[in-house]
Nanobody, 115 residues
C-alpha cells in the first residue's frame, strides 16, 4: 500500500519559517520525482517545488530564494523548508510522487501565514 504522509504545517506569522516533511512508503522512493503543490483558497493547485530522482530542483518563481526542497532517499522523505513566509503562501500543501505513469498524492497539510 502506497502512502505519502505530510507533516509540519501550521500557523505562522509573516516573515516566519516552517518545514514540511513527507514520508513515503510502498514505493521505490529513489526512482520518483517528488514535488510539493499548494492550493490557496479559490485558486487552482500549483506546483511549488520539485526534486528529481537525480537531485535536480525546480521552483515556482514566487518562492525562489525563500523555499528549499530536499530529499533523503535512505529515509524515503522529502522536505520543504519555507523561509520568509508571506500571507500569499497560505494554502494546503500536498506531497506528490511521480515515476513514469505512476503518481501518488498525500492528503495535504494546511499552512496559514497570518498576523
Amino acid at each position: 500500500q502506497v502512502q505519502l504522509v505530510e507533516s509540519g504545517g501550521g500557523l505562522v506569522q509573516p516573515g516566519g519559517s516552517l518545514r514540511l516533511s513527507c514520508a513515503a512508503s510502498g514505493i521505490m522512493f529513489r526512482l520518483y520525482t517528488m514535488g510539493w503543490y499548494r492550493q490557496a483558497p479559490g485558486k487552482q493547485r500549483e506546483l511549488v517545488a520539485a526534486i528529481s530522482s537525480g537531485g535536480n530542483r525546480n521552483y515556482v518563481d514566487s518562492v525562489m530564494g525563500r523555499f528549499t526542497i530536499s530529499r533523503d532517499n535512505a529515509k524515503s522523505t522529502v522536505s520543504l523548508q519555507m523561509n520568509s513566509l508571506k500571507p500569499e503562501d497560505t494554502g494546503v500543501y500536498s506531497c506528490n510522487g511521480v515515476n513514469g505513469k505512476l503518481g501518488y498524492w498525500g492528503q495535504g497539510t494546511q499552512v496559514t501565514v497570518s498576523s
